[in-house]
């Protein structure tokens, strides 16, 4: 039987509890996040949770879609399944940041004009295995706190101003993947691995 995004949702959230607990490893969760995004019958997303802790909900059609709580008060609440495919972090004049656990779409633009913009992917949740940052510094500061094990692939352009890369550590052909692409005009953008 055919699944539907809603299963697809189902699937996805169980991963990214199963991330948050310590029973998947990122890379093994960009990996699983791919295959439900890419499933089509509940045959296909079975396997992805099989080897975890049930959730209380079968793999499968359900009755009737009933209202969920957007907070569960019985344990941390998850992060909700990615709803759209772009997003945009802006800091006009300004500042803005993300940190601690937040949840990276597959397509993020980042615009600093006169002002800083700080991500911080250390507890950071991708959902995809490759996520695309399109970076635009104009007079402003972008930096990127990443953890061991995730791939920076930089492709920013820096006309009087300036991008700083950590050399690429021995990476996994599975390895989470950031790419960069854009533009520090009169900016920089500084990616530390830490």
Known sequence: M??????RDRVADRLREALAEGRL???EHAERIDAVYEARTYAELAPLV???P?????????????PQPRVRLDKEPSLPAPRRESTSIVAVFGGADRRGRWLVE???SVLAAFGGVDLDFRQAVLSRREVHLT?????GGVTL??????????SISAVFGGVSTPEDDAFDADAPVIRLSGVALFGGVDVKRK
């Open 2 to 7: 055919r699944a539907s995004d809603a299963d």
């Open 25 to 27: 490893t990122p890379a």
């Open 50 to 52: 099989a080897d975890l």
């Open 54 to 66: 049930d959730a209380g909900e079968p793999i499968g059609p359900l009755p009737d879609p009933q």
């Open 106 to 108: 597959p397509d993020t």
């Open 135 to 139: 970076v635009t510094c104009l007079f």
């Open 145 to 154: 706190k990443v953890p061991p094990g995730v791939r920076v692939i930089n």
